[in-house]
């Protein structure tokens, strides 16, 4: 069986080669669901296609503006292209919105990269 990474990395790689999907306006468009959303985001920070990690997070954050894991995706894809000062506030809002361990740790360390990027390593 296929892990769930796979299988959205696979769906992120296949949809320019998509077919229509039944119901949506753009014959041509590919339709993802708000998980499959957050995981195509992270995933994308993660392949370094920061811009597309930073369209899809704010997507999410247009229907969602607490969406934790869209923060963190947002606020890592901002400190990879180099807005330090905006990865901070973008963190900054993850962690006041975090409620679970894991999140309020993504949050924290984003948090801390953004900072230390931004040469505020004491901050950090």
């Known amino acids: 069986m296929c892990e769930p990474r796979t299988w959205i990395a696979a769906l992120i790689c296949a949809a320019p080669f998509l ?12 339709v993802l669901t708000q998980p499959q959303m957050r995981a195509a985001a992270a995933l994308s920070v993660g392949a370094g296609r920061n811009a597309q990690a930073l369209d899809l997070a704010n997507a ?33 809002a993850a962690t006041r919105f975090a409620e679970t361990e894991e999140e309020t740790f993504a949050a924290a360390m984003v948090m801390a990269q953004a900072l230390a990027s931004d040469e505020h390593r004491t901050r950090a």
């Open 19 to 30: 077919g229509a999907v039944p119901g949506a306006a753009d014959p041509s468009a590919t």
């Open 60 to 92: 999410l954050l247009a229907r969602d503006a607490q969406d934790v894991d869209a923060l963190v995706s947002k606020a890592r894809a901002l400190r990879n292209l180099g807005h330090n000062a905006e990865a901070v506030k973008t963190a900054r």
